[in-house]
């Protein structure tokens, strides 16, 4: 992949415009917004099954927290401490690969 194309302020802008025409593609109305999160695949794919639309795209590990914070500044939004309660104490901390984002007024019926 080109390194250019790799950095946070890259990808959190091609991100805002792929949330953009996804908006405008689904009839938006000015009071909806995106929700978005850091995911684990498995958590991407529940997102995508409960919402729809959903925006994904994969951030390389060492640009993700970035990119997050990037996008959730161009948006206007505060980012929320997600505190994980882990049910085993030995389990491996998540993996987070992807920016998802949802409107969660719009679930998939």
Same mark, same amino acid.
């Given at each position: 992949?080109?390194?250019?194309?790799?950095?946070?302020?890259?990808?959190?802008?091609?991100?805002?415009?792929?949330?953009?025409?996804?908006?405008? $593609?689904?009839?938006?109305?000015?009071?909806?917004?995106?929700?978005? %999160?850091?995911?684990?695949?498995?958590?991407?794919?529940?997102? $995508?099954?409960?919402?729809?639309?959903? *925006?994904?795209?994969?951030?390389?590990? $060492?640009?993700?927290?970035?990119?997050?914070?990037?996008?959730?500044? %161009?948006?206007?939004? *505060?980012?929320?401490?997600?505190?994980?309660?882990?049910?085993? =104490?030995?389990?491996?901390?998540? *993996?987070?690969?992807?920016?998802?984002?949802?409107?969660?007024? =719009?679930? =998939? =019926?």
């Amino acid at each position: 992949m080109n390194n250019d194309k790799q950095t946070a302020k890259y990808k959190a802008s091609e991100y805002i415009y792929d949330l953009g025409n996804t908006a405008l $593609e689904n009839g938006f109305k000015s009071d909806e917004h995106w929700e978005v %999160q850091m995911a684990t695949a498995d958590e991407k794919k529940a997102f $995508e099954k409960q919402y729809y639309p959903t *925006v994904s795209t994969s951030v390389l590990p $060492e640009l993700l927290s970035a990119t997050f914070t990037l996008v959730k500044a %161009q948006l206007n939004q *505060v980012i929320k401490e997600r505190v994980a309660t882990p049910l085993d =104490r030995f389990a491996p901390e998540p *993996v987070y690969q992807y920016l998802v984002a949802f409107n969660v007024n =719009r679930v =998939r =019926r």
